[in-house]
């Protein structure tokens, strides 16, 4: 009889998918919102975006890469778009880890109606930290993951209430 080994890993486990969401009321109809942001290929809303190129419009498939002012660049691919439900979602296919320390990542950005002429942005995301392996270096852990997508995202929301609500 061969006896039973039982070899255990109680902190040997790689990363755990995180999630993020961030909101902002902004004071104006869902449907100028959405106007802002619907274009899959105009970024320019968000404050730390210097431009966009891509192909593909607003179609499932459609390919961007984005080029974030001072850093590197983030290649993302459109995964659904709603028009009448005023959302969409993507994915980044490639990212410059000092940019954004993800893999796997998945965002949805959409748009809903607040009452009283305002809209309620939602964007949120699920990703794993971009060091893949246990023990990850501290710019690419979980937690540098969580604030990155945090600062992406609170920096966008922030600049889109200022451009729409500073538009008057």
């Known amino acids: 009889m061969l006896p039973l ?62 080029f974030v002012k001072g850093a590197g660049q983030l290649h993302e691919e459109l995964l659904s778009y709603d028009e009448a439900g005023r959302k969409f979602k993507y994915s980044i296919s490639k990212t410059d880890m000092k940019v954004l320390p993800v893999n796997n990542y998945t965002s949805t950005l959409m748009v809903e109606d607040a009452g009283d002429g305002k809209s309620k ?25 969580v604030n990155a997508a945090k600062g992406v995202y609170r920096g966008g929301l922030d600049g889109l209430k200022a451009k729409i609500e500073g538009a008057g």
């Open 121 to 145: 942005v939602t964007w949120k995301g699920a990703f794993y930290r971009g060091y893949m392996n246990n023990n990850p270096p501290a710019d690419q852990n979980d937690a540098a993951a």
């Open 5 to 66: 080994v039982v070899v255990g890993s109680a902190n040997a486990h790689g990363p755990t998918r995180q999630k993020v969401t961030e909101t902002v009321e902004i004071n104006a109809s869902p449907d100028k919102v959405w106007g802002v942001i619907k274009n899959f290929h105009d970024f320019s809303w968000h404050p730390a975006v210097e431009k966009t190129e891509g192909d593909g419009g607003n179609a499932e498939g459609a390919k961007r890469v984005v």
